[in-house]
Structures are given as structure tokens and as C-alpha cells.
């Protein structure tokens, strides 16, 4: 499975910003889907995950009320609709799929797209 991840820029604090993420598999149905962040100099932390079917989906706390994770198995893609952006949502965000229905711990996740660059000034 390759993962595609698209729609990083430069914004300014309180902007929106929607981030896509492009599978190349016929069964990405089979897959939870998940978008981690990594600040420089900080470790990889997960932002939201989203389970097969759409139906259940997780979020860290700094996530939680501003961003919202989707997915369209139509087209084999999940997005990240990111609101109000702070500067410390400045990192690189990545697509990830895991076997599992959903995940929230980066290990379960098997395939990593290649992050796209999200930069937020204040």
C-alpha cells in the first residue's frame, strides 16, 4: 500500500487547513487509517485515527474540537480537516494504515505516507 499525503502550507494562526491522504489499494476499506504529526526536534505523536468503515474515530487532546478526520472508501482516501491552527500545530503530518480496525499506538500502523509540511505562524 502507498500513501500519498497532500495539502500542507504555510498559514496564519487560526486558519483552516485540509489535508488529503491518497491510497493505492483496492482494499483500503480493509485498512484503519490514522495522521500522526512530528514537530522538529519532538517524536511522532498520533493527532486522529479512523476505523474501516468510518464509523469510529479517535483523537488526541490537541486534536479534539479543532480537527476532523474522514475518510471516502470510493476513492481510497482519508483527509484531515484541521481548524483553528495554532503555531504549535507546526510539523509534518503523515498518513498511516494499520490491519487493525483502528489504532491509536504508531507501531500498529504498517504503511506511512511521506508527510506533507504544515506551517502555522502566529
Known amino acids: 500500500v502507498q500513501l500519498q499525503a497532500s495539502g500542507g502550507g504555510l498559514v496564519q494562526a487560526g486558519d483552516s487547513l485540509r489535508l488529503s491522504c491518497a491510497a493505492s489499494t483496492r482494499r483500503f476499506s480493509n485498512y484503519g487509517m490514522g495522521w500522526f504529526r512530528q514537530a522538529p526536534g519532538k517524536e511522532r505523536e498520533f493527532i486522529a485515527g479512523?476505523?474501516?468503515?468510518?464509523?469510529?474515530?479517535y483523537y488526541s487532546d490537541s486534536a479534539k474540537g479543532r480537527f476532523t478526520i474522514s475518510r471516502d472508501n470510493t476513492k481510497d482516501m482519508v483527509f484531515l480537516q484541521m481548524n483553528s491552527l495554532k503555531p504549535e500545530d507546526t510539523a509534518v503530518y503523515y498518513c498511516?494504515?494499520?490491519?487493525?480496525?483502528?489504532?491509536?499506538?504508531?507501531?500498529?500502523?504498517?504503511?506511512w505516507g511521506q508527510g506533507t509540511l504544515v506551517t502555522v505562524s502566529s
Open positions: 498511516a494504515a494499520t490491519r487493525a480496525v483502528v489504532a491509536k499506538e504508531d507501531s500498529w500502523y504498517v504503511f
Open positions: 479512523i476505523s474501516w468503515s468510518g464509523s469510529s474515530t
